[in-house]
Nanobody, 121 residues
Framework: HLVESGGGLVQAGDSLRLSCTAS????????MGWFRQAPGKEREFVAA???????TNTDSVKGRFTISRDNVKNTLYLQMITLEPEDTAVYYC?????????????????WGKGTLVTVSS
């Protein structure tokens, strides 16, 4: 069970931090990721962090978004800076036993319901 929070309406250039809290006791077993879906577009991969802390980001967010995890708090984060109107989307948290499923397959064992980020110009 994954629950995202932290979305909202911001202006271009602002920052936001998304959180995803997982229930259960096996959070550190899963590779975790963030996806987003903009209006009228397909869901796309944003970033992933594996069990060891290795990170993969999509090119459009490199240098602006940072994914991290706290295995004690069972929480995944996405720190976003210098937000752009093109970042407007519903952001989803995902958990997978296979890192490749997250980074290339768009698949996950568990999905959150999403949190909306709106960036105005």
């Amino acid at each position: 069970h994954l629950v995202e929070s932290g979305g909202g309406l911001v202006q271009a250039g602002d920052s936001l931090r998304l959180s995803c809290t997982a229930s259960g006791r096996s959070f550190d077993y899963y590779h975790m990721g963030w996806f987003r879906q903009a209006p009228g577009k397909e869901r796309e991969f944003v970033a992933a962090i594996d069990r060891a802390g290795g990170v993969t980001n999509t090119d459009s967010v490199k240098g602006r978004f940072t994914i991290s995890r706290d295995n004690v708090k069972n929480t995944l984060y996405l720190q976003m800076i210098t937000l752009e109107p093109e970042d407007t989307a519903v952001y989803y948290c995902a958990a997978s036993r296979t890192i490749v499923d997250l980074t290339t397959g768009g698949r996950a064992d568990y999905w959150g319901k999403g949190t909306l980020v709106t960036v105005s110009s």
